[in-house]
Nanobody, 122 residues
Framework: EVQLVESGGALVQPGGPLRLSCVAS????????MAWYRQPPGEGLEWVSG????????YYEDSVKGRFTISRDDAKNTLFLEMISLKTEDTGIYYC????WGVGDRNEYRHRGRGTQVTVSS
């Protein structure tokens, strides 16, 4: 059974940092492209960042470029999202995702975790 368990969400002030983690199990993590999505309050899911299995190529949504860094530790089956200079518009539930058609797929996913809440507010 595929499991994706996110953690690290919190209430943080604007401009602050936060690090999210996602522990994966039930599939060959080192062979899987991975991604982070988020869902702002009252809105739909949006793709945030992706990382390939081979070469760890990284991709970012324009609004988070330069502020977010995606990474992975294949030895620990863990995906990370380092966030700095957080803005109120970064508020939302953040989900760890296995894209359906690879790292370039920003619309569909095979598996998704339950999410972790990130709230950016003063």
């Amino acid at each position: 059974e595929v499991q994706l368990v996110e953690s690290g969400g919190a209430l943080v002030q604007p401009g602050g940092p936060l690090r999210l983690s996602c522990v994966a199990s039930g599939f060959k993590f080192n062979e899987a492209d991975m991604a982070w999505y988020r869902q702002p309050p009252g809105e739909g899911l949006e793709w945030v960042s992706g990382i390939s299995s081979v070469g760890s190529r990284m991709y970012y949504e324009d609004s988070v470029k330069g502020r977010f860094t995606i990474s992975r530790d294949d030895a620990k089956n863990t995906l990370f999202l380092e966030m700095i200079s957080l803005k109120t518009e970064d508020t939302g539930i953040y989900y760890c995702v296995v894209p359906r058609w690879g790292v370039g797929d920003r619309n569909e996913y095979r598996h998704r975790g339950r999410g972790t809440q990130v709230t950016v507010s003063s």
